[in-house]
């Protein structure tokens, strides 16, 4: 993963909760994404503004006792959404 | 949505789960096809024989206990859930799918629960912000002094539907005076609708579509100066003919409410009817979509539905009626109050037209001529009767052996004409 790259969410995705979940989904086409908390949680730091390094940064600050596997997960994630088409590369 | 602790990715909760329609974005293809002008052929072969019990039960807004056990059995003979999804899509109703599962308290396979959500959801947002176009419309026309009628699903979706993400449409329809419609369109241009690169001829019962972007959602207007053929007139019906018995309802907007009108509920069962059954063998089979339409209406407003004057009026309608109880039984209010005989079930429930000319003579090669010919001049019962609004024993004879064929010789002629000027050439 480069962690100089400027996720960036794909404005025909939304986040919205249903039935106690939390679902991505696009606008356009009948892709979704089940995401748990962690998950949407990184999409929503996805704004193009921060980078991957930075948004593993923030979540380290965030979550310190989940420090050693934050890193993984992002990665994880961020190619998940860049699979779907719900992110973008700036 | 903050998370309240980090949930590792790959212990507990899985990380993310990931579903794709097998049959995706069918539609979008629609739409676009519309859009293009092109609405003839291309996907009609995978509507065909795409019905299942389980999703003709689904085609109403609201559930009895009775509908929900029948739900049930139906649902336990389920193979293939995600393949039952798309085409719930395909039929217009996956967010009733959506709610309707829900309500029957039916366990689905993750994914396909997982499609279902997120057709709920699309169509939720799809609906919301039609709504609020729905509404500039409206107040913009209202503010012209454009006199103006919702119809179908635009109207439907706030009448009888629970919430108006549960009824999808690819457009909003409305009907206005024939000297109005150029204002009317006016007033789309200024609320920065935009013509397509192609014109309808001038004498099309309605304009070119309009359509403009909203929140990532193309929005088609569709401005009507007629509807369908008029039985009282044998002409089509016009705005004049029908403002006097129109129905008024709230229509939710930012900063409040505006009043919308729709067709009475007579006019409104006609039109469905007229629209989603009784329409030209060329336009596209029927949709669950239009048989829940009818049903919801029904059951919504059977107190309020003067039914002498649909007997009277309407007569195809009320012929119909019982035919769709085979494919969701009604409710015994309906029952009792209507009087239906629903005591003989007619083959082919559910079964469109799948013969010429709908479908092409090439697209129907396998069937062999023997084949082809059954499909085309002895299509379904149910079919038949529901298309020509056929009632009574005689009736339903006349409509299979002389309505039907006699219908379809406009179409055979104008086939043989074309062979023999092609053959010219």
Known sequence: MNLDGLPKQNPAYRLEALDGEVLLYSQDDTRILYCNPSASLIWQLCDGARTAGDIIAVLRAAFPDAAETISEDVETALGEFERLGAIEWA | MIAPGWQNFREGEPLLRRTHLAIQQVEGMIQAQRILGKCAEPDRASWGALMHPFLALCARARLTEFHCHLLRQAAARIVDWEDLVARAEMQGIGPLVYTHVQAAGIDVPPAARLSLQGLYLRHRHAAGVRTQVLGEILAACQGQNIPILTLKGAALAYLVYPQPGLRPMRDLDLLVRPMDLERTRHVLDQLRFVDPPYRLPGDHHHLTAMSRTVDGLLVSVEVHHALLSDPRR?????????????????????????????????????????????????????????????????????????????????????????????????????????????????????????????????????KGTWGVLCDTFFPSEWWTYLHYGAGGMASRLCCRLITHPLHLLPWVWRYLSDRVVGSKN
């Open chain 2, 234 to 366: 044998g002409e089509p019906a016009r705005l004049d003919d029908l403002i006097d018995a129109a129905l008024a309802f709230d229509l939710p907007a930012a900063g409040g409410s505006v009043t919308a009108r729709t067709l009475g509920r007579e006019d409104m069962l006609w039109h469905i009817y007229r629209h989603g059954f009784g329409a030209s063998l060329s336009y596209e089979p029927f949709r669950l979509i239009w048989a829940a339409d009818m049903v919801s209406l029904v059951e919504a407003c059977v107190d309020e539905i003067d039914w002498a004057l649909v007997r009277r009026r309407y007569r195809q309608v009320w012929n119909t009626l019982p035919l769709f109880h085979f494919l969701t039984p009604w409710s015994d209010d309906v029952l009792d109050k209507l009087s239906l005989n629903v005591k003989r079930m007619p083959g082919g429930v559910g079964e469109s037209f799948k013969g010429w000319p709908v479908f092409s003579l090439a697209a129907q090669k396998e």
